[in-house]
């Protein structure tokens, strides 16, 4: 789950964590208020989306003047923001974030991220802030410094301070930096944080640490014990298929191919996206229905699916453990039948109940086709959709 910055930023406040001084606004009115409250001659102007990349797209200004920031502001509110990380359908701007400026004399990156490889923390920091640090990993490998941090142990003075000589922190400096990084990494924890990421860093010329920037990612297998985060989600920035799975306990993420799936495992779900890959198609989206689906649970699931206008064809691979195929079936016809199925349909059914599964498909009087394997399933979708393509 993804926060907007202001919200970020309010988090870290609250663990003592430096951030400039700012207010949220819907209108610009509300905009020139939260300027004059802030005092000052400087303001930062920034939309508010779930997307890195907004200051490209003209989503982050800097105002010299009142007048200034409700200009912006009016031209921020309502636009359609597009980035890097949008996509080219860009995301409608509702709000945007007004900051004192800061008085900025170094930029660094900073972020922090679960590392299930080594199941430790892993900060990543370098001396090149306020640019994509995609590019800085490309360009200058060697300006990206890492430390890995055991969760038994937390953050230690020798990680802060490997930290701060690799970034080049002045001695004077070195006790606000571990401040700050003590306190980020007890926010990180303490918030079930999977993503923390800050840019830029700033140092400015009064010898302040401050993040300019500040993003979330929280896992989500953890909300239920983060009720104050929860209340943080933004569903208009969520896409609106996603949201309606989890209403049902799907795991669902939508991609841009036009092969949908519905899968049982999230191994097996990711499996059949790379074999429809191999055999020349494209998917649709990951759905993993889970183990111990119902009816009106599959049905809802097929329902989604097709609710996707890309979607041009549909797989479903189901092994059937706590999931009985006749269950699958059961659903899969209901669907069909409920939306009038106008793509075509290969199931691949295994496991317990499959024989009753499979008369109950090849009786249905369903265009549906069936498949011996995961193999010959995903070159029976791939070419009947080139078919109804051509």
């Not at 010329?205 to 979330?216: G, P, Q, S, V, Y």
């Not at 890309?310 to 939306?339: K, Q, T």
Request: net charge negative; charged share 25%.
């Amino acid at each position: 789950m993804n926060i907007h910055e202001y919200q970020a930023k309010s988090i870290l406040a609250k663990y003592n964590v430096n951030v400039p001084k700012g207010g949220v606004a819907y209108t610009p009115a509300e905009a020139e208020n939260v300027a004059n409250r802030l005092g000052g001659n400087l303001w930062v102007v920034k939309a508010q989306i779930h997307a890195g990349g907004r200051g490209k797209g003209g989503g982050v200004k800097l105002a010299r003047t009142i007048g200034e920031v409700a200009e912006y502001a009016s031209k921020m509110i309502g636009m359609n923001l597009v980035t890097h990380q949008t996509g080219p359908e860009g995301k409608e701007v509702k709000r945007v974030y007004i900051e004192e400026g800061s008085n900025i004399a170094e930029e660094m990156y900073l972020s922090m991220i679960v590392d299930r490889a080594t199941s430790r923390v892993t900060c990543m920091a370098s001396s090149e802030g306020g640019v994509e640090i995609e590019e800085v990993a490309a360009k200058h490998p060697e300006k990206i410094f890492m430390v890995e941090i055991d969760p038994v142990c937390g953050i230690q003075l020798f990680h802060i301070r490997k930290l701060a000589f690799d970034l080049g922190i002045r001695k004077e400096l070195q006790g606000k930096f571990t401040e700050f990084m003590t306190n980020l990494y007890r926010a990180f924890i303490e918030k079930d944080v999977s993503q923390l990421e800050i840019n830029p860093l700033a140092i400015t010329k009064e010898n302040n640490i401050i993040a300019l920037d500040a993003k979330f990612n929280f896992d989500e297998n953890a909300l239920y014990r983060q009720q104050a985060v929860m209340e943080l989600r933004d569903e208009d920035e969520e896409d609106p298929l996603e949201r309606k799975a989890a209403k049902f306990g799907l795991s669902y993420v939508k991609m841009d191919g036009n092969i949908g799936c519905m899968v049982n495992g999230a191994g097996l779900a990711m499996a059949t996206m790379d074999i429809i890959k191999y055999c020349g198609g494209s998917p649709a989206n990951f759905l993993d229905v889970g183990g111990g689906a119902t009816k009106e649970k599959v049905t809802e699931a097929f329902k989604i699916i097709l609710s996707d206008p890309n979607v041009e064809g549909i797989l479903v691979n189901i092994f059937g453990g706590i999931m009985r195929c006749d269950i699958i079936a059961e659903g899969v016809i209901s669907a069909a039948r409920e939306v009038s199925l106008d793509v075509p349909l290969v199931v691949r059914l295994e496991g317990t109940n499959v024989e009753l599964g499979k008369k109950m498909l090849a009786t249905s009087g369903l265009p549906i086709l069936p498949a011996d394997n995961l193999g010959d399933a995903a070159e029976r979708i791939v070419k009947a959709v080139k078919k109804a393509a051509a």
